[in-house]
């Protein structure tokens, strides 16, 4: 069975996943196999005359590789292993890096490392381009077989080249391989009434963390929210819906999907047993907050349920079918993209918060300063949601003014 996939980027720690079924679309076989016939030429010239005897699954491998290389970058071929290396992102537990990249502009680029993993503790972060793995160049190589070389045993090293904005030359990062397993949900009371929420990927538990968190927070008297997607690279489709109609009322739509094929053409509405209560709320995202992130922001923002603050989110909604093919090895192929509720198209563009707060840029990893051991007083220091509590403040006053919410304001910029 086919399965779907909406994907910001391949991922190297979860892939964002939908399963379903996907109808093929017929195609003129004969118009098919009548080009196809310059290839099988090509394919005998190679196998009788070349100077080495290369085997055959090989060469057809590269051409399959050759032909998805010049769709998009996110469509690929997985030989088996890749196939079943895939089939193990969506437990979120792996041996890894704990970053998440993708092709922009034809470089391997970061969109996010995991907070807590051996990538987020290197000082890896958002936008630094990979130009060497382990010495090989990533020029021409594909997102899947750049996540195979970064995966690996639990205690192996491996070796990343990096280019960053403002550095005059490569540096290479010597990280050690651990097993990834990402806690998608972490939460703190802020005081005043106000509670602070982080999803860090959209797992298969994180609707039922995300309860437990929001539980928590109303037994302690939480008036006001801050969910924080920020450097969140996605996760399963099925999570980000669950998250969003969490706040959306009943019957509104979350997302939705358009395809060539009709059966891509997919709605997501909300129906929650269980809502949160309509407190004021304010969402945080940046450059890192990609894919799953950007469909919870989005419909939060198109129905006006809460605010988003911080910087332009990484812009990646396409959606992705895996299909399995008959020797084990699978096809990764982009087959439509998605919409927030109002028809905004985040692919390329990203969520502009109603509020920009710029921050600092991250001085070099050997001049970053040691986070704090109370993660609390680290998120005093952030500028961010120091903004985000004071939009919050405001939202409450003019609530209790009006007896209702406040509107959402013009776009700010903080710099």
Known sequence: ?????????????????????????????????????????????VQNQYVDEVPLKDIIYSAIKGTLRVLDPHSSFLDPDSYKDMQVETSGSFGGLGIEITLKDDILTIVSPIEGTPAYRAGLTTGDRIIKIDGLTTKDM??????????????????????REGWTEPKDFDIVREQIRVHSVREHDLGNGVAYIKLRQFQEQTSHDL????????????KSLVLDLRNNPGGLLTAAVEVSEKFVEDGKLVVYTEGRVRSQNMRFTA????????????????QGSASASEIVAGALQDWQRAMVVGTQSFGKGSVQTIIPLSDG???????????TPKG?????????????????????????PLPSTDPVEDL???????????????????????GEHASTPTQTTVR
């Open 344 to 368: 905004r198209s985040i692919h390329g563009k990203g969520i502009t918060p109603d509020i920009i707060v710029e921050v600092p840029k991250e001085p070099a990893p050997k001049d970053r």
């Open 271 to 286: 129906h929650s047993k269980k809502r949160f209560p309509p407190i004021p709320m304010v969402v945080l995202v940046n």
């Open 380 to 402: 005093k220091k952030d500028v961010q949601l120091q903004r985000a509590l004071d939009v919050l403040k405001t939202m409450r006053v003019m609530g209790e003014r009006q």
């Open 142 to 163: 594909q997102l899947s077989d750049a996540v195979k070389r970064m995966r690996g045993k639990p205690g192996t090293k491996v070796t990343i080249s990096v280019v």
């Open 211 to 222: 309860d437990t968190a929001l539980d928590k927070a109303l037994k302690h008297g939480a």
């Open 1 to 45: 069975m086919k399965k779907v996939f909406v994907i910001g980027s391949l991922l190297v720690v979860l892939t964002l996943s939908l399963g379903g079924t996907v109808a093929s679309k017929s195609t003129d076989g004969s118009a098919t196999y009548k080009e196809l016939r310059l290839f099988t030429e090509v394919l005998s010239i």
């Open 329 to 339: 090895s699978g096809l990764r192929l982009t087959t439509a993209k998605y919409f």
